[in-house]
């Protein structure tokens, strides 16, 4: 609750692990297994070095996780985490950056932010509220759901996404800043808007968006986008070689500052 674990060792916990504050250090690991339980709450609570995996059942109700020296947080295939605090995992103790790797199940409503990289392969459900990704990420072949009025917002740094990217919801994909690369194939019901920075899609592998918004920023690389419901261009640069396609039964809406093409 307020010490300190520093091991080089591996623990497995097989029945319930409780982290309401104190500090996991060392370069060892702490995992949990399948049928376990995990409640990460309390105060602000710190990670570094250490391999923290959650291979059960797990919710985030509360505190902050400081983070640094390389650490890694995992939700493990097969194991599933539940953010419904507003709460963040941060990188600010120095070191290598650390890591928040989601190969499970993850589920998240309120106001979250991951400063450190994001890596997800599993599911992951924006159920409602902001996730906020800060440091350098990568999405691999992954589903991932967005509720109404629920936003993932990329931010600072560079983002890339492999795969098969399904984007399932009426939420919002938000750009805000860095750069957001495509490779492979990328679809999302819901609204995808770059108010700052740029996102370009693969050459070889044409995108569908139901709504396209481009306020700021630019839309770029030598893909295709295919836009099924709405296109709003109202500021911000088209560029490169690809192709912005508004489809039959779609409409367009140019308005705004000046753009470029």
Known sequence: TGATIDATGGIILSGQFYWPGGALAGSGSLQTAPGSLTEISGATKTLTQRFVGIGGNGNWLGGDISTGSAAQFHVIAGGSLAISAN?????????AISSFVNGGTLSSHGTRGVSGAFLNGGGLSVEGGL???LGGRRWVSTSMAVAP???IKLDNHSHALGGDIALTGAGEVRVTGGTVSVVGTYSSTGTTRIT???????????ATLAQLFLTNGTLSGGGTVNV????????????????????SGATARLDGAVKSL
């Open 87 to 95: 709460v963040s995992f941060n990188y600010n103790l120095g070191g």
């Open 131 to 133: 996730l906020t990704l």
């Open 196 to 206: 700052a920075g740029t996102m370009s899609f693969d050459p070889t592998a044409p």
């Open 149 to 151: 009025h629920a936003i």
């Open 228 to 247: 099924t419901g709405q296109f709003t261009w109202s500021g911000g640069s088209l560029s490169g070689a690809g192709t912005t396609n508004v489809l």
